[in-house]
């Protein structure tokens, strides 16, 4: 028997999320998730008359591939799964979590070799631009641990923030992107936190439940020589499969001149991936009510209520560009409601949110108290 939840979740993706319209293709793309979802979402979609593509995978495999893969190996995947892609209107990525830490020991190099020979020709450059597409992970049993949470509480939480009202969050979110694309110089001061930078005349995008799920940001990027100052993260992160607790950051015009953290060496590895990794790519004020901690999982923590995050790498090309390009993007969340130390965010001199909260009218909408029924 199908959990009604799964038909819900499927409804929220096929018809709100990617909006799929009869006869389009849909590709989706099931890695380590419950056939019972993937079959739901197959069945979604036929009823809404698209032609759905289904194609399985497993991170253990994945880890093998990267591994001990080849150039010419990679490149082949490559030009296959991209020539599937140029053929689809429509893209669902639904990933679950039988090991977070999965891809954690493929060499630095390998990895380097993914993200540019078959990650972004076929994400970065056909599907993102090319599709309407929507990424989001699936419960499992160490999600759950991760949040510190029994299974079955996690799956109340998990489907609580998938399937919410998106319509009126977004309705909510676009006085906050009016007013980051008329502001200049934004401020941000917090427990061992003074940065300074601007975002003048980039564009500020509100993300609704159109391409992740969970959503919940509004996110533009900094001009990219005008970061000054340091940041210290209070949220653990993991990229690459390594985890990495209490990230500090100095800037200097734009670069990142000094980088600590529980896992240094790495995370100076990472930045210096290539010129554009040590500058910012986005900047991002996190607003989903129902996620409130961490869990290690960038699609939950980048949406934290009362966060914001910082992204060294690249920008987003044809949403919010300041021009920055790498082969990384590294989203760094920052936690600022009263609990976690607190801090304050100015656009221009204004005061837009204190502790987590916003303070300008217009803005209280998006408060958390004002976005659950």
């Known amino acids: 028997m199908i959990d009604p939840r799964m038909s819900k979740l499927a409804d929220v993706l096929i018809n709100y999320s990617i909006s799929i319209k009869p006869g389009e293709k849909l590709l989706i793309e099931a890695i380590d998730v419950p056939h019972e979802m993937t079959c739901e979402l197959v069945r979604t979609a036929r009823q809404a008359g698209a032609e759905p593509l289904v194609t399985l995978k497993s991170n253990r495999v994945l880890r093998s591939l990267l591994t001990h893969g080849s150039e010419t190996q990679l490149k082949l995947i490559s030009e296959v799964e991209a020539a599937r892609m140029k053929q689809v209107q429509a893209y669902i990525g639904l990933r679950g979590s039988l090991n977070i830490s999965e891809l954690s020991d493929?060499?630095?190099?390998?990895?380097?070799?993914?993200?540019?020979?078959?990650w972004r020709p076929v994400h970065g450059q056909i599907r993102v631009r090319e599709t309407r597409w929507v990424v989001l992970r699936y419960p499992s049993e160490p999600m759950a641990q991760q949040a510190r949470l029994s299974t079955e509480a996690f799956e109340d939480f998990y489907f609580d923030v998938c399937t919410m009202d998106y319509r009126k969050m977004g309705a909510?979110?676009?006085?906050?992107?009016?007013?980051?694309?008329?502001?200049?110089?934004?401020?941000?001061?917090?427990?061992?936190?003074?940065?300074?930078f601007?975002?003048?005349?980039?564009?500020?995008?509100?993300?609704?439940?159109?391409?992740?799920?969970?959503?919940?940001?509004?996110?533009?990027?900094?001009?990219?020589?005008?970061?000054?100052?340091?940041?210290?993260?209070?949220?653990?992160?993991?990229?690459?499969?390594?985890?990495?607790?209490?990230?500090?950051?100095?800037?200097?015009?734009?670069?990142?001149?000094?980088?600590?953290?529980?896992?240094?060496?790495?995370?100076?590895?990472?930045?210096?991936?290539d010129e554009g990794a040590r500058y910012v790519g986005e900047f991002a004020l996190g607003v989903n009510p129902y996620i409130t901690r961490p869990m290690l999982d960038i699609l939950f923590d980048e949406k934290i209520a009362g966060s914001f995050h910082f992204t060294p790498g690249a920008a987003y090309e044809d949403e919010a560009d300041n021009g920055n390009r790498s082969q990384i993007h590294w989203d760094m969340v920052c936690l600022q409601s009263a609990?976690?130390?607190?801090?304050?965010?100015?656009?221009?001199g204004e005061l837009i949110r204190k502790d987590g909260l916003f303070v300008p009218e217009d803005l209280v909408p998006l408060n958390p108290q004002n976005l659950i029924p």
């Open 198 to 273: 601007s975002i003048k005349d980039i564009p500020a995008v509100a993300c609704d439940g159109k391409l992740n799920i969970p959503d919940g940001e509004v996110f533009t990027a900094p001009v990219r020589d005008s970061v000054n100052g340091v940041i210290q993260f209070n949220s653990p992160t993991i990229y690459q499969g390594v985890p990495h607790e209490r990230i500090r950051l100095e800037f200097k015009d734009g670069k990142v001149t000094d980088a600590t953290s529980s896992n240094t060496p790495h995370l100076n590895t990472v930045l210096d991936s």
């Open 339 to 348: 609990d976690d130390g607190g801090g304050e965010i100015r656009f221009d």
């Open 106 to 118: 493929v060499p630095d190099d390998q990895m380097k070799a993914y993200q540019s020979i078959w």
């Open 172 to 196: 909510a979110m676009q006085p906050l992107k009016k007013r980051m694309e008329a502001t200049d110089q934004v401020k941000i001061v917090g427990p061992g936190t003074e940065l300074a």
